[in-house]
């Protein structure tokens, strides 16, 4: 996590909520988050095949074919829930780092808009394009151009899409998180339709009594 959070200052002055008088704040070029993104998927999808290579060395041939369909969706989920706890433990820390000199948001839209604006301008070095909301705990966010997506091919029929939806689970993790932090129970989930573009949908959960 703290190579995560290092790794978002380029060496330009970087923007809000940076603090300019943290004594640890250090300095690395922006290109190491880009290519820290581009790693990590495929890095889940190695974690996890090795971990399930280890563990079925005793089953039957036969027991593999039959069961081929669901071993992929368990080996889908456990890239997604690695992915996913990784973003999640990155977005706790950029909050608790970055949102300690301001004053405690009183209202769920206001941290959404701090999570629009300010954390994702210290993350992707650009504001959130669109947020819809049904005031009701439901909030879309829209990123016409998201950056993780910007170096990806997006040739025709090349199922560029599907390739693609994994590198969202990890900045599903961050709004999460962040979340989290500052006292918002949610689930996220993100789709994108056309490269660059990607959606996120946030649903507020009631804690319970």
């Given at each position: 996590m703290k190579l995560f959070i290092y790794a978002i200052f380029p060496y330009h002055f970087p923007p809000p909520p940076y603090n300019a008088s943290d004594p640890t704040a250090s300095f690395l070029n922006s290109s190491c988050l880009d290519l820290l993104m581009i790693e990590l998927v495929p890095m889940a999808w190695r974690i996890v095949r090795e971990v399930?290579?280890?563990?079925?060395?005793s089953s039957t041939q036969a027991a593999e074919n039959t069961a081929h369909n669901e071993e992929e969706q368990e080996e889908r989920d456990a890239v997604f829930y690695r992915l996913e706890m990784l973003g999640y433990r990155v977005g706790q820390g950029l909050v608790e780092r970055f949102s300690k000199d301001r004053p405690r948001f009183t209202d769920t839209l206001d941290v959404i808009k701090f999570l629009c604006k300010d954390l994702?301008?210290?993350?992707?070095?650009?504001q959130i394009d669109n947020l819809k909301t049904n005031h009701r705990g439901v909030y879309v966010l829209t990123d016409n151009s998201f950056r993780p997506f910007s170096r990806m091919s997006t040739e025709a029929g090349g199922q560029a899409v599907v390739r693609a939806q994994p590198f969202l689970w990890f900045p599903c993790g961050i709004i999460r998180g962040a979340l989290a932090s500052m006292?918002?129970?949610?689930?996220?989930?993100?789709?994108?339709?056309?490269?660059?573009?990607?959606?996120?949908?946030?649903?507020?959960?009631?804690?319970?009594?």
């Open positions: 399930d290579t280890a563990s079925s060395e994702w301008m210290l993350v992707f070095r650009k006292g918002i129970n949610a689930t996220v989930q993100a789709e994108t339709s056309e490269l660059p573009g990607a959606t996120f949908q946030i649903k507020s959960v009631a804690a319970k009594p």
